[in-house]
């Protein structure tokens, strides 16, 4: 249901009982939205509660008579998205705690700066994404791959998992458009098992990219700010 209200700024949603505390306002919200609500937290600004709920901020009055969808909540005075601040950190993850056995590992100078990203082997912001990767320095690239466009995403994964080097596999398609033409049949698990955990991080799009801080970066981003986002996560 939730998806049905994103494209409102304003949503005005009826039942005026009052709500005793945040589980009240959870129990309340998903009964309204027919999704699961991860967390509910007050925002600290004009008594709304912040929502959190399939990957997206809501924001609610205690006695949850409006909801508030798609909006950005800024701090006037500081002039911060509070919103965006949330979003960091409420998606943020433990690098040490990526699964880097499943990734493509593709290691370049010294390789002290670290990242991974999804990626779905048709997807056209990560072909060019790969390229830009390939212009780092001094960098280790875990590669997930996260087939979820259709099921010739799949079959492209697990042959470039069957590859005897993936790393050039991914590379020659990715970037010269040599589509993969070996085997699929090996141990493939890894790319189900990516796709699992991938869904249990919320990841819906890809390319999506997370830094040695834990910082998720959905969609593309330009190399200089990769380059920047590196630096600053060492």
């Known amino acids: ?131 830009d990767l390939l212009k780092l320095d001094n960098v280790t690239v875990y590669t997930f791959l996260y087939p979820i466009l259709s099921e010739d995403s799949v079959r492209k994964s697990k042959q470039i998992w069957c590859s005897s080097d993936r790393a050039k596999a991914w590379n020659d398609w990715m970037v010269e458009g040599k589509a993969p033409a070996g085997r699929e049949d090996c141990d493939t698990s890894a790319v189900t098992k990516n796709q699992e955990f991938g869904r249990k991080l919320n990841i819906s799009g890809t390319p999506t990219m997370f830094f040695a801080d834990g910082e998720r970066v959905p969609g593309a981003m330009p190399l200089p700010r990769i380059e920047q986002k590196l630096g600053a996560a060492k």
Request: charged fraction near 30%; glycine fraction near 8%.
């Open 1 to 131: 249901m939730l998806k049905h209200l994103l494209p409102l700024s304003f949503a005005m949603v009826f039942g005026a009982q009052a709500m005793a505390d945040e589980t009240d306002i959870r129990k309340a919200m998903e009964a309204k939205l027919g999704t699961k609500v991860e967390s509910v937290t007050k925002s600290g600004y004009m008594g709304l509660y912040e929502v959190y709920a399939d990957g997206q901020f809501l924001y609610t009055d205690e006695k949850v008579t409006t909801i508030i969808v798609g909006g950005q909540l800024i701090d006037a005075k500081t002039m911060k998205n509070v919103t965006d601040e949330r979003m960091k950190k409420l998606t943020s993850i433990k690098f040490s705690e990526l699964p880097l056995e499943r990734a493509i590992k593709q290691v370049r100078g010294d390789g002290k700066r670290i990242m991974a990203t999804f990626e779905d082997p048709n997807c056209g912001y990560c072909k060019r994404l790969a390229k």
